[in-house]
């Protein structure tokens, strides 16, 4: 008996039980921990993933709107007036709980903007998420820089006595791209390998591109390439800076419209649609001021239509001063040519003035009725073409248009532009859309010696022009835009531009040997970032471009202190 109850006092055998049985508990209790968390969180999973998939959702539904646009024009039209929206639609692609739906903002907006604001909601499950997205027309001033062909301009190749002027003679040999087999005696023009390009650059030809120069945007051609390059280097060994990888990379051409008629429409009386710019007849010389005004010399108009401020002179008396007046409404202002019609208001028989340049005695009679050129200035004008004169300091949005061409004769600056690089932040906005030359102002006499003009000085010669500054959208539908006589005259310093030009021809602004400045400006072109949302007044577009998105930002939902479709909040 003693020896059985030691045996149950020193023996193990319960305790170990006990032992087994409480960890078995512990891991039945882990297990299902573990799986009442899983289980928990399958929600939360779920949700973070629809939250994510409905924002795709939501862009789907921009793809849809801008697809369709690119089909139909005019589908914006059969599109709901924001806050109402379209039907939801299933995100195509398989089995998905996924869908869609849009309105646009202000269908008004196209016509006065050239935008359409779209806003887009996506769903999926029980989540929610909404965008808002401007959509325009891929545009000429989404680019720094457009060319349409990469040589110089064929007007301004030699009249006799040369291979490239017998190349000429045949019709168009030089308005062809590389690619399409422009004739071997065409000039084309290269980017020195001391150029900097500061923003976006196309040019639906084959770009030449020297060893050295930078490229600071994306560029881009609607060349091929060939053997694995999307330029041409004939300059010699090494490469050019791309700030983007893989660039130049391939993109459609945009094809120019054939004249700016469109813009000249613009000025008929205002019929609750469109209209109500102004228009202007012959040589016409036009200031901006500060204060939004502008001030015209326009002495050859005599309808302007829209009540618009000018100085008609008849030729006999003394020459009116020129007259100081509003911006038109619709931001809109043409120059034509005199009309060849008697019958028409604003005909003009011959070119019946005598006007002395700048109204100064040192200078000849002209007949041009604002007494181009000056004195000695080589250059020549037409008394009874539409050419605008344009200097000033722009306040407001204003386009203006010229049947021949544009000349800037003095610094053309925004308003708010204190520094001379433009004005990231302002509202004033300068488009100059000319159908032949967009042009910088640069007298010089036979002997190849600078004048006098109202650039302003930056250290360049003591005599002659100075750096020039211009700040705006500029476009050439026929020609380039180029600097006068830009083989002519000393190093004149450097050529600003803040915005954007678009120009069928390579135009020439200055000469160089050895790397330096021989003739004409320096460049210095800088990008208005304000152009990729934004567009001078009924500035032209493209023909038959394809609608694309141009900004977008997420909205918050309507409960969540802004206005939305959405029911859930971030």
Avoid at 9 to 28: D, N, W
Avoid at 168 to 176: D, E, F, L, Y
Avoid at 213 to 239: E, P
Avoid at 510 to 529: C, E, H, M, P, V
Wanted: hydrophobic share 35%; charged share 10%.
């Amino acid at each position: 008996m003693r020896n059985r109850l030691g045996r149950a006092v020193h023996g193990e055998e319960g305790f170990a039980i006990v032992t087994v049985m409480l960890a078995m508990f512990a891991l039945t209790a882990l297990s299902v921990a573990a799986v009442g968390f899983a289980v928990g969180s399958q929600n939360l999973s779920k949700r973070d993933q629809n939250w994510h998939a409905s924002l795709a959702a939501a862009e789907a539904g921009f793809d849809d709107f801008v697809f369709r646009l690119n089909q139909n024009s005019s589908y914006y039209l059969s599109v709901p007036t924001y806050p109402s929206a379209t039907a939801w639609t299933p995100v195509p692609g398989g089995a998905t709980n996924a869908s869609f739906r849009y309105s646009i903002r202000d269908p008004n907006e196209l016509l006065t903007k050239g935008t359409l604001t779209v806003v887009s909601s996506g769903k999926v499950g029980n989540a929610s998420r909404t965008v808002e997205s401007l959509v325009r027309r891929r545009s000429f001033i989404d680019y720094l820089y457009f060319t349409d062909f990469e040589t110089m301009d064929p007007s301004l190749y030699p009249t006799s006595g040369s291979s490239i002027t017998q190349a000429q003679a045949q019709a168009g040999a030089c308005t062809h791209h590389y690619y399409d087999g422009r004739d071997a005696n065409c000039i084309d023009i290269a980017f020195a390998g001391f150029d900097t390009i500061n923003g976006p650059l196309h040019s639906n030809d084959a770009y030449i591109i020297c060893p050295g120069a930078h490229f600071n945007g994306a560029t881009s051609t609607s060349w091929r390439g060939s053997g694995g390059l999307m330029y041409r280097n004939a300059c010699g060994a090494g490469s050019p800076v791309f700030a983007n990888p893989g660039d130049p990379h391939y993109a459609d051409p945009l094809t120019m419209p054939p004249s700016n008629t469109a813009i000249l429409n613009e000025t008929r009386p205002y019929d609750g649609v469109g209209g109500g710019g102004c228009l202007y007849t012959g040589p016409t010389a036009i200031t901006f001021n500060a204060n939004g005004t502008m001030t015209v010399d326009s002495p050859m108009s005599k309808n302007t239509i829209n009540g618009c401020p000018a100085n008609t002179w008849n030729g006999t008396g003394a020459r009116p001063s020129p007259v100081t007046g509003n911006l038109p409404s619709n931001g809109v202002i043409y120059v034509q040519g005199v009309p060849a019609s008697s019958s028409d208001p604003n005909y003009t028989a011959g070119c019946p003035y005598s006007v002395r340049y700048q109204n100064s005695v040192s200078n000849p009679l002209r007949a041009h009725p604002l007494g181009y050129p000056q004195a000695n200035d080589i250059t020549t004008y037409n008394c009874r073409t539409g050419d605008v004169f344009v200097s000033g300091s722009v306040k407001g949005q204003v386009t203006l248009a010229a049947g021949n061409n544009i000349d800037i004769v003095g610094n053309l600056m925004y308003a708010g532009d204190s520094n001379g690089q433009g004005e990231p932040n302002g509202s004033d906005l300068l488009g100059l859309v000319a159908n032949n030359f967009v042009e910088v102002y640069h007298p010089v006499n036979s002997s190849g010696t600078d004048l006098a003009t109202a650039f302003s000085s930056c250290g360049s010669p003591t005599a002659g022009p100075r750096c020039a500054t211009i700040d705006a959208a500029m476009l050439s539908v026929q020609h380039s835009f180029r600097v006068q006589n830009y083989s002519s005259g000393s190093g004149l310093g450097t050529l600003t531009i803040n915005g954007a030009f678009a120009q069928r021809f390579r135009g020439i602004v200055g000469t160089f040997s050895g790397g330096s400045l021989r003739t004409g400006y320096a460049k210095n072109y800088r990008y208005d970032q304000r152009l990729k949302h934004l567009s001078p007044p009924k500035f032209l577009d493209p023909v038959a471009a394809a609608w694309q998105t141009a900004t977008w930002a997420e909205l918050r939902p309507a409960w969540c202190g802004a206005p939305s479709f959405t029911t859930n909040c971030p």
